[in-house]
């Protein structure tokens, strides 16, 4: 293990307030990440996935509050980065793959638009030639006519790739993704996984995946962290929480995965 881990999360704490009171919603979590670990975060909605997810990105929403613990990001704190440095890190560290990728494109803008704007700040060639290659390194089919195309002249799963090639042409050592493939059917589902997981790997980058599909996460992830009531209930190398499962809640989790068709992610976090 490295010195400086991509990702520490130590004895984080976090409560939404209301006018009823404030509701705990993540409760002294901990996770070390490093460069290529593939960590798969699963739970029931309201485990605290999402809210971890948006934790390490510090977008967590106005009525939520860190009341103890840290994030740190390439042994930077997260909490004490002003809005340049915030900005640097989600540009030059982190990547995010969204659940609704046809809603986190800009409808007014074609696809080769968006990419190329996604270059500028990184000084990267933003030529048609270029941006050509980022959508065939997601294996998308007849790229130079999809450059052209607005999100919604294109597919489900065609704008998950973009959003993929996105997040990927910022080379980030950290890339969340939350529910990427909730909306897409089993086939494209697969392909999308596992165009992901294989351009994560290659990179040597490290992958948050939040997930209800823990088929999906015990196939493609080294690592996974079960969560229950904004508690890290157990977490380690997937084979061995799956195969010899040591909280009574993951146990439940697989027991009633046992019992369901293969399928996929299905509600939000």
């Not at 909605?45 to 840290?70: I, M």
């Not at 130079?144 to 050592?173: F, K, T």
């Not at 909306?183 to 589902?189: E, S």
Request: net charge positive; charged share 25%.
């Amino acid at each position: 293990m490295s010195e400086t881990p991509l990702v520490r999360v130590r004895g984080l704490s976090v409560e939404y307030r209301s006018r009823s009171g404030a509701v705990p919603a993540l409760r002294e979590v901990d996770l070390l990440l490093e460069p290529g670990d593939l960590l798969g975060v699963v739970g029931e909605s309201g485990s605290g996935k999402s809210t971890l997810s948006n934790a390490l990105r510090r977008l967590l929403p106005r009525s939520c509050r860190v009341t103890s613990g840290s994030v740190e990001i390439g042994g930077v704190d997260v909490a004490g980065l002003d809005p340049s440095g915030l900005r640097a890190l989600r540009r030059d560290v982190l990547g995010f793959i969204p659940q609704d990728p046809i809603g986190s494109l800009d409808p007014t803008l074609r696809i080769g638009r968006q990419l190329r704007l996604a270059l500028r700040p990184l000084g990267r060639p933003g030529d048609r030639e270029a941006l050509a290659g980022l959508l065939r390194g997601v294996r998308i089919r007849e790229p130079e006519r999809v450059l052209r195309l607005y999100p919604h002249e294109i597919s489900g799963g065609m704008a998950q790739r973009v959003a993929i090639a996105l997040a990927m042409a910022r080379e980030p050592r950290v890339l969340i993704a939350d529910e990427p493939t909730a909306a897409l059917d089993a086939q494209v589902r697969e392909e999308v996984l596992d165009l992901m997981v294989r351009l994560i790997a290659g990179s040597g980058a490290a992958l948050v995946w939040v997930s209800h599909d823990l088929r999906a996460v015990r196939r493609w992830c080294t690592r996974v962290m079960v969560m229950r009531e904004g508690e890290v209930v157990e977490a380690g190398p997937t084979e061995d929480v799956f195969g010899r499962p040591a909280h009574p809640y993951t146990r439940r989790l697989l027991e009633a995965l046992a019992m369901t068709p293969a399928g996929g992610e299905r509600e939000n976090a």
